[in-house]
Nanobody, 119 residues
């Protein structure tokens, strides 16, 4: 059974870089036809798609976050990582990683991790 677990600092200072890791167990992140997502939810707001890394390693980003976001992976650890630079309080919220099956509504989510941005 595939499971995803987010990890990272609960608090980041403004202008710093936020780095989050999603650890995947029970299946490889290079399995064909899957892609791996980062989604966030600011307090009191809806879900916002941040970006994905395809099973080929190709990445795609929300245009509104593209200039500050970077998704990478470590296949030896079966993990993928999100970095968001120059954070502001608007970057605070719950961050989720998820596994998606291409051309399908099949989506498996992690439990989420809270991020606060404050000096």
């Amino acid at each position: 059974q595939v499971q995803l677990q987010e990890s990272g600092p609960g608090l980041v200072k403004p202008s710093q870089t936020l780095s989050l890791t999603c650890s995947v167990s029970g299946g490889s992140i290079t399995t064909e036809n899957f892609y791996w997502s980062w989604i966030r939810q600011p307090p009191g707001k809806g879900l916002e798609w941040v970006g994905i890394i395809h099973y080929t390693g190709t990445t795609y980003y929300n245009p509104s976050l593209k200039s500050r976001s970077s998704i990478s992976w470590d296949t030896s650890k079966n993990q993928f990582t999100l970095q968001v630079s120059a954070v502001t309080p608007e970057d605070a919220g719950t961050y989720y990683c998820a596994r998606n099956l291409m051309a399908s509504e099949d989506c498996l989510w992690g439990q989420g991790t809270q991020v606060a941005v404050s000096s």
